[in-house]
Each structure stands twice: as C-alpha cells, then as structure tokens.
C-alpha cells in the first residue's frame, strides 16, 4: 500500500508493519468510530485498518499509538518543547513505560525546568570560573556509531571544594548546560550522518576514588546531579564504561545507584584491565585521547586532550565564600567533664566504610575510633585497637566529618572524649552511618582482577 500524505492535520500515525511490507500513514480518522485505542473496544477488536497493517505482529505499531495520543496530549506546549519529533516523544514515553499521564507530567516538568534554567540561552551563561576551572569532565570525541563521548574525571574532582565555593544552583546549572551541549551535539550529528543520533557514551575514569568523595554532602548533591539528567534527558545514555575501578567503587555506587533508573543501571559496565582495548571496540583510536588509549591529542600535542576534558583538581581557598554546610544531626548528647561518651557499629565484613559528621557546641571535643577487643563489655580506649588516631577538633568553630574503611569485621567504637576538660561538659551532635558495597559490583570488581574482561553489572534493587 503507497504512503498517504497529507499536510491538513498533525496527526498523522507512522506505522510500520511487522511483515516488511513498508511504512504507511494512518489518520486518526481511518480508526473506527468510537475506537479507544488504549484501551480497544468492549471484547478485545481492534480496529480494521491496524489488522491490514499487522497489528498482531508488532510493539512499533502500539507505541505509534501511544505516540500519537501523546502529542495530542501535548499540543498546547509542543512549540516550546527542544524538538517535536516522534523519536524525542518516544524517549518520554518509554522513560515511563508508555504510561501516557507519568509521561506527559516528566515532559511538563522538564519544560518547566527548561524555563528555569533558561535553557534556550543557556550555551551563552558562562558558570562562576571556579566552576569552569575545576569542574571535571568533558565532550571529546564520537563513537564508531557517531554518538559524542562524554568523559567524567573523578579522582582530582574536589567537591568539597566546589560547594564551598560554588552555590548548588550554579553547580546544577553547568551540569544541565553539559546535557544541553550533549542534546544539541547529537542533533548536529544526525544531521551530519544522515541517520539519528539520539544516545551519549560516557567514560568514567574512577582512578583516585576515594573516602574524600563519601562526603555525605558531595554525594547528596550527585545524587540531584543523577536525578536531574534522569528525570530531563530520558533514554539519552547509550552506554557507561567505568574504568581503573578502586576497591572503593562498589560502596560509592551503591551511595548513588538509587538516583538512576533501572535502565540506567543496566547499561553501566566495569572494564577489567583491558580497558583501552575494550574502548577501541566501539570507538575508534582516532577519537580517544593519547591518555585513554588512543592516538588523539590536542592541536598543541597534549595527549590528554585538556583543552576538551577538564581535569579537576582541588579548589584554591581563595575561591571559598562559606567554610561549613549547614547540617543536621541525628544524635545529640552531652559529654560530661572528665569523661568520654561510646558509639558502637558492627562491622560484619570487610569493606564496609564507617561515615561520621559531627560539631560541638563552646568549645573543642576529641575525637578517635577503635575496634573492640572483647565483645559485649565496655572498654577503655587504652584497651581497644586504635584505627583513627583519637585528637582534639574545633567542630565548635567548623563541623568535622570523615571516613573509615573497616578492613576487618568487629565492633567499632567512636569516641567522643572529654577526658581533658575538668571544668566543663561538651554538647555534641553527631550522625553515623555505615556504608555498605553494591553486593554485585563488589563480587564482579573481586571476580575482574587482572582478567581481560567486561562486566555489565547485574544490578541488585
């Protein structure tokens, strides 16, 4: 059957029949009268026309629905909306598994999001230079496929830095202005190739991760980072490689691993040793930089390419406007003159990391942890094993926090100390928790060693 064109009404179906017969066109029009096509007559019928296109024999033909209601759903925002086409509808929907409400409140809030960021302009906004200057990551190079590469550079990243420098907004602003560069490059491309581009792959190198990155601030605001490009560019992620992985990378993906959707989490794969061959199985030696394996390299012969990839590093202090993020506790005590008060986790196997925050209130406190050498009895500090030396901190002044990675199962002790003051006893709030890995990541990353291999992780909820 020829395609039917028409121009009279925007809403026109694309279907594409199961049996390679081609693709035509079908107006709302040609259903039957009183044909809902979400929910198909009283009794199962499908509509006549659908039967003649193979109905039977292929999804593509649902979602076309799907995507046709879709847009008349939308027909009040579609001029606003960064493209009208069917593939960018389809990612809302399939972003909410063709609930056709869900799908529609995710693209309004977006294009309320949009509104707020001025997302129209955005390319032209210039973020604070701390921002430009030690907010690692960078767009360098395409894919065998041609989708642009996105390099995330983790170790130098000094996020305590950025926050004490940088307001959360700005800092969620560059990042929605790296998405948008993203968007847009991919328009470019498919423009370019001929063919659509609508997918990002994206290279985490994780050398240098470590407890400093556990921060529980700088995890909570990755965590919106996450959540923003989750809930703003849906089915935008092709695939992320995740390489030169440290022993500590199942517990920080298991910190963050709920701000991505299942989907998400499907496509993240942990490279073994072999990484830079792995990497050249999809994209080619001459898009990857000299650092990563390839053969690229800026015009000035900088194998890192920098000029593309921002490497991070830790933040000067001049750039801080704040010394200390506002808080709060789950625990508050007072710690009596002369005395110390006890916090005990139990650690049931290595790996797990011991995170605390806490301030006092007038004046200093001590502060060390030791694990337990006889269970279920209270003991003096000289009688435990000190694996976080015990000093005095001005959490008066600013708040402290920390970390610990437990290389051995027991009873952990977190000891606040008074012992020094005779005249006066100390208030201190204070939050702990203790960390666990991703139980997958952690057995794949043990099971990789030095194997040549990739592991797509198999993600436990």
Not at 50 to 70: A, R, T, V
Not at 208 to 229: C, I, N, Q, R
Not at 335 to 351: A, C, D, K, T
């Amino acid at each position: 059957m020829p395609p039917v064109m028409e121009n009279s009404r925007s809403s026109w179906l694309h279907v594409v029949a199961g049996t390679g017969r081609g693709v035509s066109l079908l107006s709302w029009d040609s259903l039957s009268p009183g044909w809902d096509f979400l929910g198909g007559r009283q009794g199962g019928d499908k509509p006549p026309a659908l039967g003649l296109l193979g109905w039977e024999q292929g999804p593509l033909c649902q979602q076309s629905l799907f995507s046709l209601q879709f847009r008349e759903n939308l027909q009040d925002v579609l001029p606003s909306l960064p493209s009208q086409d069917d593939y960018f509808l389809l990612k809302w929907l399939r972003a909410r598994c063709f609930d056709l409400s869900k799908s529609e409140a995710m693209l309004r809030k977006h294009l309320e999001v949009r509104k707020h960021m001025d997302a129209d302009n955005i390319l032209a906004w210039e973020a604070p230079e701390v921002i430009r200057k030690y907010m690692s990551g960078g767009m360098c190079g395409y894919d065998r496929e041609g989708s642009p590469i996105w390099y995330d550079i983790i170790g130098p990243l000094d996020a305590k830095g950025l926050l004490f420098s940088a307001s959360k907004q700005d800092l969620l602003k560059n990042k929605f202005r790296d998405c948008e560069v993203l968007r847009r490059e991919c328009e470019q491309q498919s423009k370019k190739l001929g063919k659509k581009i609508e997918t990002v792959l994206m290279v985490y190198d994780c050398e240098g991760l470590g407890l400093k990155h556990l921060w529980k601030p700088a995890v909570d605001t990755y965590g919106e980072l996450l959540s923003m490009f989750e809930e703003n560019y849906p089915e935008s992620l092709k695939r992320l490689f995740i390489v030169k992985a440290p022993k500590i990378f199942p517990v920080a993906y298991n910190l963050v691993k709920h701000f991505l959707s299942e989907d998400t989490r499907k496509k993240v794969v942990v490279l073994g040793s072999n990484w830079k061959e792995v990497l050249q199985k999809y994209i080619d030696p001459e898009q990857i930089p000299v650092e990563y394996g390839g053969t690229l390299t800026d015009p000035d012969g900088d194998p890192k390419c920098s000029s593309k990839i921002n490497y991070g590093g830790d933040v000067p202090q001049h750039y801080y406007v704040r010394d200390q993020l506002a808080q709060q506790y789950e625990h508050t005590v007072v710690v009596n003159r002369g005395s110390s008060h006890q916090v005990e986790y139990e650690i049931l196997f290595p790996g797990c990391v011991l995170r605390w925050q806490f301030r006092s209130e007038g004046a200093d406190v001590g502060f060390g942890v030791y694990l337990k050498t006889k269970i279920g009895e209270r003991q003096r500090a000289g009688e435990m094993t000190e694996v976080y030396p015990n000093q005095r901190y001005n959490s008066h002044m600013v708040p402290e926090d920390g970390s610990l990675t437990c290389s051995t199962p027991g009873i952990y002790v977190l000891r606040f100390d008074n012992t020094y003051s005779y005249l006066h006893a100390k208030k201190v709030s204070y939050s702990v928790e203790v960390l666990l890995p991703d139980a997958a990541s952690a057995q794949q990353i043990q099971n990789l060693g030095d194997k040549l291999s990739e592991v797509a992780l198999n993600h436990s909820p």
